[in-house]
């Protein structure tokens, strides 16, 4: 095959991607623990598209890989709700162990790890079938759970214990506990998977775990109160941190963690999301009944979008 026949070919394939990519629906998706169900957000026009009833106190929210399904745990009900993310009807709904929170996908989309704070264990399901595939002892008060992006590592904050067990996905088994400054809960990996950063909500720190090394190397205070999730911009360099009791959004050099902006949202500022963009940031204000959007270029709020009673968790599809 000649040089210009594969470059023709690599435009091709560029180009449909480009559309296919164009005509996705991005779609934002927010848990109401008070009202139990989740509100669903048009991300280009911030309106309201739809209210979907799931079980009760529905908390933890993720989306599969290819954008097409939306699982909700549901604390207060042990389950763990299935929506189709464009039709938004509830497809399936099954036990996902006691007091399920935080919940994450691996990367091939077909395993869901589920966190439960009252049993500290991680409940592992088949995300097709939501049969249970296993059963994960963790530290105490287990909080969320995210993914590495490279598909190796489940992370597992644990609010209680101070820690945050890895999980291997190949084995499915714990492989290490690292210590953290006190009561972890947000975390993300970079973009490689070399590092971790971990919010800990009384300590107000956030901390970076170099996972080569499997030890925090570096900790700064945020100078807000209690510090809850943390989102990392596409290409690493820069950290959104919610706090709660300060009821803002700070954005930090992910270097050397120092704060470059304040960005007030409301109180009991939680959880966020990114859009694939990387434009738009929301970000759930429980005591607010709404998310507030967080212009990414100017680092102010641009919208606020009302939601159900004490929104909790969001999540962002991008749908085919």
């Known amino acids: 095959m ?8 690599l435009f091709f394939v560029a180009l449909a991607l480009g559309v296919a990519s164009a005509r996705a629906e991005v779609r934002v998706f927010v848990t109401n623990e008070k009202s139990d169900d989740v509100t669903v957000i048009d991300a280009t026009t911030r309106a309201v598209v739809g209210t979907v009833k799931v079980g009760q106190r529905p908390r933890g929210v993720a989306v599969s890989p290819d ?7 549901n604390s207060n ?8 993310a464009k039709t938004l009807a509830v497809l399936n709904t099954g036990p996902a162990g006691i007091d399920p929170e935080g919940v994450t996908l691996d990367r091939a989309g077909t395993k869901l790890y589920v966190v439960n704070e009252n049993e500290l264990s991680v409940t592992v399901l088949d995300a097709a079938s939501l049969a249970i595939r296993a ?5 105490k008060e287990p909080e969320t759970a995210v ?5 190796r590592w489940i992370a597992v904050s644990n609010e209680t214990s101070d820690d945050v067990h890895l999980i291997a996905t190949e084995s499915d088994t714990v492989v290490t506990r690292i210590a953290v400054p006190k009561n972890p809960r947000g975390m993300r990996f970079t973009a490689d998977s070399r590092r971790l950063f971990v919010a800990s909500e009384q300590a107000h720190v956030v901390s970076v775990i170099d996972m080569a090394e499997m030890r925090v190397v570096r ?15 596409p290409d690493g360099s820069r950290a959104y941190v919610s706090h709660g009791q300060s009821g803002d959004v700070r954005l930090l050099e992910t270097t050397s963690l120092s704060v470059l902006a304040v960005i007030p949202t409301g109180p009991r500022t939680w959880w966020m999301a990114l859009t694939p963009d990387g434009r738009s940031l929301y970000a759930s204000v429980g005591r607010a009944n709404e998310v507030a959007v967080i212009d990414t270029r100017s680092n102010a709020v641009i919208a606020r979008v009302p939601c159900g009673t004490l929104p909790w968790g969001v999540a962002i599809a991008a749908v085919p």
């Open 2 to 9: 000649s040089r210009l026949s594969r470059s023709g070919i």
């Open 67 to 73: 954008g097409r399904r939306v699982y909700v745990s």
């Open 77 to 84: 009900s042990d389950s763990l709700s299935v929506i189709d």
């Open 135 to 139: 059963k994960i002892a963790v530290g």
């Open 147 to 151: 993914a590495s992006p490279d598909g």
């Open 219 to 233: 900790s700064a205070p945020t100078g807000g109160q209690r510090p809850v999730d943390v989102v990392l911009t």
